[in-house]
């Protein structure tokens, strides 16, 4: 009979109103196949990484949700929670496989949402055109992607499954997804108190320049930030041609602009480009970028009237092989 008073509870379990809100939040750092995922008290934070070169970060805080309950201590009803020791952690961690996550959020999206992400527009990162110019609040619109049910989230604990229940119409669907073992994966740092580059302005703004310089297929894009004019450029070149975007010290246009020198970087424009879906629905990005070349693009998106959430980037700067420069410099000493 004891035994039969104790129930398992999960350490952790949430209830959000709106499938759509997580879809879409978590659509933008969908460049890698698995995710490093964290919850704590204060919310889930999903973490993506890219040849350590690159990571996504996208957060989903508790105001998200219309319950949440995270409790690390007791496991079973009846136990009493034992006291915290010294340097302990509340987190739960682990793996998941990112794309089977999306796919299970939109189960219930209706036909005409699915034929609009089918046939989006590739030159707005896989947004449509009339969702991109739209903002975040067309982004979060139930008339484009359908979803409306109530999503139920939960774990038990570390090494179980991760629960996915979504009720829609009398309709429910329960997804358990396979959980893997955390690995140590240390976030990319950005030296706050060394900042080369503050810069925020209207991320929809930041999104036409990168589209547009995608017309040479570059490789590479430097970002220039300077005191003097020009202010703000984005540069690339690619194997057809090169192209510029510049932008003026308007505070209409760059709202924040705090450049104490001039700072050249230069990234691969493939991983920049996968914040382009962040850069679609976003309201403003915060650049920032630091005297080692690390560069964080920090996305505000407005999910609502009340409440908003980030999703935020991080990249290394590009450094040529050893084998470029020296070729670079045989050729110079050649022309000599």
Not at 57 to 79: I, M, R, W
Request: proline share 4%.
């Amino acid at each position: 009979m004891a035994s039969a008073d104790r129930v398992t509870l999960p350490v952790f379990s949430a209830v959000s109103s709106s499938t759509r809100q997580l879809f879409q939040l978590l659509r933008c750092i969908n460049f890698a196949p698995r995710a490093q995922v964290q919850i704590d008290k204060t919310g889930l934070r999903f973490m993506v990484e890219d040849s350590k070169v690159m990571q996504g970060f996208a957060f989903l805080q508790k105001s998200l949700f219309t319950s949440y309950n995270f409790n690390l201590g007791p496991t079973e009803v009846g136990t009493e929670s034992p006291a915290e020791e010294e340097g302990f952690v509340a987190q739960l961690s682990f793996q998941i496989s990112l794309s089977p996550l999306l796919e299970t959020l939109q189960i219930f999206s209706s036909s005409e949402g699915k034929d609009r992400w089918s046939t989006r527009d590739p030159a707005y990162g896989g947004v449509s055109g009339s969702m991109a110019r739209g903002g975040s609040f067309a982004a979060f619109d139930n008339r484009i992607l359908g979803m409306a049910g109530v999503c139920r989230l939960s774990c038990i604990g570390v090494g179980e499954p991760f629960c996915i229940v979504l009720e829609e119409a009398g309709v429910t669907t329960t997804c358990e997804l396979v959980t893997y073992e955390s690995e140590e994966q240390a976030d990319i740092p950005i030296q706050k108190d060394a900042l080369s580059q503050r810069i925020i302005m209207k991320a929809s703004w930041l999104h036409d320049a990168i589209i547009e310089l995608s017309s040479t297929s570059p490789t590479r894009l430097t970002i220039v930030a300077s005191p003097t004019a020009p202010y703000f450029t984005l540069s690339s070149n690619g194997p057809l041609g090169s192209a510029t975007v510049e932008f003026s010290k308007d505070p209409q246009l760059l709202e924040t602009f705090e450049v104490p020198r001039r700072a050249v970087n230069t990234y691969k424009y493939s991983l920049i480009k996968s914040a382009s879906r962040a850069m679609a629905i976003a309201n403003k990005v915060s650049i920032r970028g630091d005297e080692q070349g690390v560069l964080s693009l920090q996305f505000m998106i407005e999910v609502d009237d009340e409440r908003v959430s980030f999703i935020d980037f991080r990249f290394v700067a590009y450094v040529p092989e050893d084998s470029e420069g020296e070729g670079e410099g045989e050729d110079e000493e050649e022309e000599e």
